[in-house]
């Protein structure tokens, strides 16, 4: 029988405020167990929670980013299950009306752009986190985390792959980031989510019985624990079985998913308006002046490099994969003006590179763009070569400095002399008559043999277009 899947994915992304979303209480990473819970965190008996503006901001900016609606009025409500590390013995989020409604985020389907439908994004807390590992016969419980405002992303049901999937993630990622709601972090928990999974039979409208993995905190172990469930799901029904709607977790060690408890729906969660918040009522000013405040975004900046730049849409895409990269090349392009394509290469290619080995983020790097663009500029005007600007590359990477004082320094300036080269060729043929036959005989591969002659005498200082000019005239005969 031939399958479709079916995925629509959960995102929590923790909103990149200073403060809890309903206490004054730090949410910076890293603390000492529960250094960060104050009273409303701990549900001492007769705090109040006040929400955050901070954090309604960014999910009114991440509403109009999306092109979803912003609710004018929205409610929050109580959402019961009882955890150890949920205090309260309730979340506050909201149900029935969210802060925003619907929205879509584009990625690339068969060479075309298609739309992933937004159900939906609300505000809410976060609980603490149950700790296991340092604790023999025991769990610690850690309430640094409780109260940090989260904003929960859920979509249609519209992936049909764990490509799909990880392609709309890795979007709603550069998103949230580009927009400055969230720090992206996976690592540290910033960015979570839950993909839940379920196949049909091709033609079947009806969706089949889903499965959630909870708490997918990297873009490799989504697509992983998908393409794991995918099989699990086909093999269980055609060998007779039925498929329990469950949550599941991934244990990357087996590459497998396992049940973890069984799937709640909503009416399991009793939800009812919290008593002790008032709505949220968002007026059209405000959404106004959050508009102002938005950067241009990915999508458009791309369409804008290609069509103002002349670059590639695959060039595009890479130097708007984050709005630091995609500020960076802005910046380079400031000091090197008219060279996109030259640009976004190094970009690209080198700079991307160090920045892998090292492990760092762009806004972390060790050349700045006016760094980087005095190297190029030396480029464009031949005083060096390709090759040369790599290996000064790296001097600046390790060392720093400035391109023009290593030029000098070092004695790299580029040989466009043609007398010069004309003489280094001259040699060069005197020298290996045998070889300059076999080239005359049509065995062309003879070319790159004096190429490699000549830059080895000069240095690799020549100038490659004339060296290879000169080359192939005095070849020739």
Known sequence: MDWEVVIGLETHAQLATHSKIFSGASTAFGAAPNAQACAVDLALPGVLPVLN??????????????????APR????????????????????????PVVSGGRIMIERNGSEIPIRLTRAHLEEDAGKSLHEDFHGLSGIDLNRAGTPLLEIVSEPDMRSAAEAVAYARELHRLVTWIGICDGNMQEGSFRCDANVSVRPKGQQAFGTRCEIKNLNSFRFMEKAIEFEIRRQ???????????????????????????????????????PDPDLLPLCI????????????????DAMRRRFVEDFGLSHYDAGVLTASHDLAQYFRALMLVVPGEAKLCANWVSGELSAA???EGIEVRQSRITPTQLG??????QDGTISGKIAKEIFDVLWSDGGEADTLIESKGLKQISDVSALEKIVEELMAAHPDQVAEYRSGKEKVFGFF???????????????????????????
């Open 234 to 272: 086909i093999e269980l029904i055609e060998s007779g079985g039925t498929v329990v709607q469950e949550t599941r977790l991934y244990d990357p060690d087996r590459d497998e998913t396992r049940p973890m408890r069984s799937k709640e729906d909503a009416q399991d969660y009793r939800y009812f």
């Open 451 to 477: 190429v490699g002659r000549a830059m080895k005498a000069c240095g690799g200082r020549a100038n490659p277009a004339q060296l290879n000019a000169i080359l192939k005239d005095r070849l020739a005969g």
């Open 53 to 70: 503006r901070a954090a309604v901001e960014h999910a009114i900016r991440f509403g109009l980013a999306a092109e979803g609606v912003v």
């Open 355 to 357: 920045l892998h080995r």
């Open 283 to 298: 007026d059209a000013a405000w959404i106004a002046r959050v508009r102002e405040t938005l950067p241009e975004l990915p």
């Open 374 to 379: 005095g190297l190029l500029r030396r480029i």
């Open 74 to 97: 929205s409610i929050f409500a109580r959402k019961n299950y009882f955890y150890p590390d949920l205090p309260k013995g309730y979340q506050i989020s909201q149900f029935e009306t």
